[in-house]
T-cell receptor, first 115, second 110 residues
Framework: DAGITQSPRHKVTETGTPVTLRCHQTENHRYMYWYRQDPGHGLRLIHYSYGVKDTDKGEVSDGYSVSRSKTEDFLLTLESATSSQTSVYFC??????????????FGPGTRLTVT | LAKTTQPISMDSYEGQEVNITCSHNNIATNDYITWYQQFPSQGPRFIIQGYKTKVTNEVASLFIPADRKSSTLSLPRVSLSDTAVYYCLVGDRGDYKLSFGAGTTVTVRA
């Protein structure tokens, strides 16, 4: 399995508080992604990174920010958590898309509950 | 990214072959077709990828007709452990923004 860890694995927080989720990789892959997964919606891309300090928005980026100060870490911050952000969050990594495939490797997920 | 349509759910029994068809009518010339599998409480994992005709690996086969407007993932002789959600994705290998959609929930029964 690809070396991807997410922390915390579970978190309960209150509405209005900031929350930061961490994704750490040991594969030295260039691309990193944050997804959220909700029943009936599959996985939706929040933000992605194509290099250190290079990030861009996905399809559901409102209320989220990201940072990548080094290759191995990609942080997702909920600036002021809302109940609608209760979800399972997955981090993923991939090598250069110009390689043989753009296969993504996913982390174990973080279950976030906002009360 | 090309839009894909796949069934929401499929039921099967152990030992049967499961075929999941994905429609992608507006697939572009440079697009590849990729399938992922997701077990409960886990992240998705790559199963297979193809461009045209047929691709086979130790897990599945992928059949792509000449017009490439659809593709079929074939899981031979499924077992209970193949119960999962299967996602069809279409995009250029240069696309690193993937759209997973809701996928197909395959339930294998004894």
């Amino acid at each position: 399995d690809a070396g991807i860890t997410q922390s915390p694995r579970h978190k309960v927080t209150e509405t209005g508080t900031p929350v930061t989720l961490r994704c750490h990789q040991t594969e030295n892959h260039r691309y990193m992604y944050w997804y959220r997964q909700d029943p009936g919606h599959g996985l939706r891309l929040i933000h992605y990174s194509y290099g250190v300090k290079d990030t861009d928005k996905g399809e559901v980026s409102d209320g989220y920010s990201v940072s990548r100060s080094k290759t191995e870490d990609f942080l997702l911050t909920l600036e002021s958590a809302t109940s609608s952000q209760t979800s399972v969050y997955f981090c993923a990594i991939s090598e250069s898309p110009t390689g043989s495939s753009y296969e993504q490797y996913f982390g174990p997920g973080t279950r976030l509950t906002v009360t | 990214l090309a839009k894909t349509t796949q069934p929401i759910s499929m039921d099967s029994y152990e030992g049967q072959e499961v075929n999941i068809t994905c429609s992608h009518n507006n697939i572009a010339t440079n697009d590849y077709i990729t399938w992922y599998q997701q077990f409960p409480s886990q992240g998705p994992r790559f199963i297979i990828q193809g461009y045209k005709t047929k691709v086979t690996n130790e897990v599945a086969s992928l059949f792509i007709p000449a017009d490439r407007k659809s593709s079929t993932l074939s899981l031979p002789r499924v077992s209970l452990s193949d119960t999962a959600v299967y996602y069809c994705l279409v995009g250029d290998r240069g696309d690193y923004k993937l759209s997973f959609g809701a996928g197909t929930t395959v339930t294998v029964r004894a």
